[in-house]
């Protein structure tokens, strides 16, 4: 089956900087990359659908200056959180989908802001 | 935002036995996907289901829909420790593909 790898797997910063997020699609070309974050014992929240080329597209309540999203291609998505502070540590996890098929998730990333 | 509720929020099954999961949902759907994690990892996709379709097998999974009532079923048979997991039911809205996911259920299942 397709195959998303995240970059990095875990990632500790301290609180004010900056940490990237990369999402690739190993196998295949995305149309579309998701960006999810995580909780501790809750489920999946989309962040922001991105398309290549093109702005991403945030959901409600999402701060877009905060959680930087840029598709360079179609197989290439990075999350950028800028001043990151404690309340942004979270599992963060990327998928990608050729149109409306299922999606491949990525392993996901576990940040964690001291 | 998420698009539905599962229930039970936590189930705990001995090996053998079959375990049934509930999702809910509020608007209309394209296909319903369920997914499986194992804590702390990413998601495995069990299964779609279209919104024309009304059921579908894949090995020891069962999966119903009926879009009057906007519910879906899992059913996992003959359950084994490794199936212990948190399993997310995914709404499928547009045409790019974007999934709104449920609360999820935990399993556990005993040997």
């Known amino acids: 089956g397709a195959v998303v790898s995240q970059h990095p797997s875990w990632v500790i910063c301290k609180s004010g900087t900056s940490v990237k997020i990369e999402c690739r699609s190993l196998d295949f070309q995305a149309t579309t990359m998701f960006w999810y974050r995580q909780f501790p014992k809750q489920s999946l929240m989309l962040m922001a659908t991105?398309?290549?080329?093109?702005?991403?597209?945030?959901e409600q309540g999402v701060e877009k200056d905060k959680f930087l999203i840029n598709h360079a291609s179609l197989t290439l998505s990075t999350l950028t959180v800028t001043s990151a502070h404690p309340e942004d540590s979270s599992f963060y996890i990327c998928s990608a989908t050729v149109r409306d098929v299922e999606q491949y998730f990525g392993p996901g990333t576990r940040l964690t802001v001291t | 935002s998420q698009q539905g509720e599962e229930d039970p929020q936590a189930l705990s099954i001995q090996e053998g036995e079959n375990a049934t999961m509930n999702c809910s949902y509020k608007t209309s759907i394209n296909n319903l996907q369920w997914y499986r994690q194992n804590s702390g990892r990413g998601l495995v996709h069990l299964i779609l289901?279209?919104?024309?379709?009304r059921e579908k097998h894949s090995g020891r999974l069962r999966v119903t829909l009926d879009t009057s009532k906007k519910s879906s079923s899992l059913l996992i048979t003959a359950s084994r420790a490794a199936d212990t997991a948190s399993y997310f039911c995914?709404?499928?809205?547009?045409?790019?593909?974007?999934?709104?996911f449920g609360a999820g259920t935990q399993v556990v299942v005993t040997p």
């Open positions: 289901i279209r919104s024309n379709e």
């Open positions: 995914a709404t499928g809205v547009d045409s790019w593909g974007k999934l709104q």
């Open positions: 991105s398309n290549e080329g093109s702005k991403a597209t945030y």
